[in-house]
């Protein structure tokens, strides 16, 4: 798999207390939130509408909401089940794929939904391979065959137990092969879909979606429209808008030390603002080049796994609004285990000068750690000088930071240039699969020029093989006590979810959680 924007896009940004706590623009606006329409604004841009090409997270919003895939994740679950589909299923060890689908399905233009909008929506996204596209996700496809109008046989190149997972994300929306090309990208900006709603309008700052009254599927719309409001970075400018009464909802602009200082304030809720926690997979590693002079000692890195203190990061950088990773599969993930913790425990010393003595090194390890604020948010330099000024204390490193904008960054850990620098994941589907297969598989995202044979040639084969997912359990284990053991990476924390909303406002607790699919449909306003 190759890298993608679905890299963490600093779910915490920065700006909305400083305008709510001072108990301005109180009031709540009219127009499109009224009469069962609701604003949601969020500092994400929207870079795509045609599923061949987004791999953002503001293009998924949109395409889970406009599109239907065969299968979905259900809310609070990590287990596909069917939705444009009537059923799916395994055969051949996990490499035939059939599905079929409910009868009646139509597009937002009245079009039939059949087998051959399928099969065209999965060609199309694999030909036309936009390097911001999720063709990635769907390289295990062989061929696909539709037998008649409802049914569909996907033929695998090799055993794929998460395809069903992989399918039931945006890669996986289904387009009328009638509206869109099938060997280049929709460019008039619309959307054709069969989702819960519609796309009316959309604009650099605004999207407009209302409910699709031909949807047949699961999801039960509890508003009549969205308008999403969209901020482009420009996070102050939401804070203003929730706080004038702009918005009902602030989603994906929040900061650490704003959430804290809602969550704290006693005056939050006298002024009709809630904070909604959901849980997230979103997970953020320190990546160590095993090419690098330095950090190529494994001395150096289980050092540092012994210095790094986790929970003064969360609390002081972070303000508890993400919670401390133990290991490459985040909490709440099946197969999820604690084998940093296991290897290291708590921060020591003494350990950490033991594992550079048992590596002949002596004097202070001279290092350098690199950040990029622009893609993973403004505290992530405080971050990683706080990692760094805990090595230091140790007196066993000489640690600094230097920081870059993202496209110089990506372009030198290309080239080899750092040896250590951080990095963060948005999961693509809730399976320890997305967080292994990626970083540890053929095509390392994380350009460090770490190999394992036993985990590329053995693990995640096998466990690619397995449709009962609860049945990877032991492998997955083995992987990440691998990885605990030989420190390629070393995970800092996952993150949690969170939307600030009017008190008028409920649902978004079904709408944040593992799967990252921001539910429209469950959102109700009065």
């Not at 137990?161 to 009638?178: L, Q, W």
């Not at 599927?217 to 420009?234: C, E, F, M, R, S």
């Not at 600094?400 to 993202?406: I, L, Q, R």
């Not at 496209?407 to 399976?431: C, H, R, S």
């Amino acid at each position: 798999m190759k890298a993608h924007n679905k890299w963490l896009t600093a779910p915490l940004a920065a700006g909305l207390s400083a305008a709510l706590l001072s108990g301005c623009g109180t009031e709540q606006g009219g127009g499109a939130g009224s009469g069962g329409g609701i604003r949601v604004g969020m500092s994400d841009e929207i870079l795509a509408t045609d599923p061949a090409a987004g791999y953002d997270p503001g293009s998924w919003l949109l395409f889970n909401n406009v599109f239907q895939s065969l299968l979905a994740f259900p809310k609070g679950g990590s287990a596909p089940e069917p939705e444009a589909a009537d059923k799916c299923g395994f055969a051949a060890g996990s490499k035939v794929y059939t599905c079929t689908l409910r009868d009646g399905l139509t597009f937002s233009n009245g079009n039939p939904l059949t087998s051959k909008d399928v099969k065209f929506s999965f060609e199309r996204a694999l030909k036309i391979a936009d390097p911001s596209g999720p063709a990635p996700l769907l390289s295990t496809i062989d061929s696909i065959e539709t037998p008649d109008a409802r049914t569909v046989v996907f033929r695998l190149k090799v055993p794929d137990a998460t395809f069903p997972s992989k399918i039931a994300s945006g890669a996986g929306s289904i387009v009328d092969h009638r509206d869109y090309p099938a060997d280049a990208l929709r460019t008039d900006g619309k959307a054709t879909g069969s989702g819960p709603y519609k796309l009316d309008s959309i604009s650099e700052t605004e999207a407009t979606f209302s409910a699709n009254g031909g949807y047949r599927g699961d999801a039960k719309p509890k508003n009549d429209g969205i308008t999403l409001k969209l901020y482009g970075g420009d996070r102050a400018a939401l804070s203003k808008a929730l706080a004038d009464g702009d918005v009902d909802v602030a989603y994906r602009g929040l900061s650490a030390d704003d959430i804290a200082a809602l969550e704290a304030s006693d005056t939050t809720d006298d002024r009709g603002i809630e904070v909604t926690q959901g849980s997230s997979a979103e997970v953020q590693h320190l990546v160590f080049n095993m090419k690098d002079p330095v950090v190529g000692k494994l001395g150096v890195r289980k050092a540092i796994a012994h210095l790094v203190n986790r929970e003064a990061l969360v609390e002081g950088v972070y303000k508890s609004t993400a919670t401390p990773l133990y290991s490459i599969v985040p909490a709440g993930i099946a197969g999820h285990n604690t084998a940093f913790f296991d290897a290291y425990g708590s921060p020591d010393k003494a350990k950490a000068k033991k594992a550079l003595r048992d590596a002949d090194i002596t004097g202070k390890v001279k290092l350098t750690l690199w950040s990029t604020p622009s893609r993973y948010g403004p505290a992530t330099d405080q971050e990683l000088k706080a990692i760094a000024d805990q090595l230091n204390a140790s007196g066993l490193f000489d640690a600094d930071v230097k920081s870059v904008a993202f496209d110089q960054y990506e372009k030198d850990i290309a080239a080899g240039k750092y040896g250590v620098y951080v990095k963060g994941w948005v999961p693509d589907y809730p399976d320890a699969d997305n967080f292994t297969a990626p970083f540890f598989g053929e095509g390392n995202v994380l350009g460090n020029h770490y190999e394992n044979a036993t985990i590329t040639g053995g693990i995640l084969p096998k466990t690619a093989a397995l449709a009962d997912r609860a049945g990877t359990a032991d492998e997955y284990g083995q992987l990440q006590d691998i990885v605990a053991e030989q420190v390629p990476v070393l995970p800092l924390w996952q993150g949690k979810q969170y939307a600030v909303a009017r008190d008028d406002v409920t649902g978004l607790e079904w709408t944040l959680d593992a799967s990252t699919v921001f539910r429209f449909w469950e959102l109700k306003k009065g």
